[in-house]
């Protein structure tokens, strides 16, 4: 199904629930493909959130990195931070300079089947604006400030 992009920021602003069984993702995984599609070819991810389920599924489709992220939690990162310039399909219009790492380990899955993986560079960044939606964080909640 296709649904609706969530554009409300006190929407957008609250927090993801666990995913608990696979259950839970039944439909949910191909509304999300089925509405990237037609929102917008050029978008390379999608949150749950932004389609108005409050779970915590992302996909993520980044040239080759086609993939869904299950309850995602950021375990590491490098050293390096990049100033990283976003849109967001919630909030049409902004296109604005924010803080990444280049580099983040990820443990992602459901309860007792979890596993850890490494992304950098583009998708790495892809991967941080997805995990942000999915704890109620948007791009405007990371704009870059210029350090002194
Ligand atoms: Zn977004």
């Not at 599924?57 to 995602?72: E, K, M, S, Y």
């Not at 998708?123 to 941080?128: D, L």
Request: aromatic share 4%.
């Amino acid at each position: 199904m296709i649904r609706r992009i969530v554009t409300d920021l006190v929407e957008l602003r609250q927090k993801s629930e666990l995913i608990q069984n696979a259950q839970e993702l039944s439909g949910l995984l191909n509304d999300l493909v089925h509405t990237l599609d037609i929102q917008n070819q050029r978008a390379v991810g999608l949150a749950a959130p932004q389609i108005g389920i409050k779970k915590q599924v992302a996909l993520i489709r980044c040239g080759q990195d086609r993939f869904f992220l299950i309850n995602p939690v950021i375990v590491d990162h490098g050293y390096h931070d990049v100033v990283s310039k976003e849109g967001c399909l919630s909030l049409p219009g902004f296109n604005i300079p924010v803080d990444r790492w280049v580099e983040i380990t990820v443990e992602s899955g459901i309860d007792g089947r979890r596993t850890t993986k490494t992304y950098t560079g583009y998708t790495g960044i892809v991967v941080q604006h997805e995990v942000d939606h999915l704890n109620g964080k948007t791009i405007l909640d990371r704009k870059h400030r210029r350090r002194r």
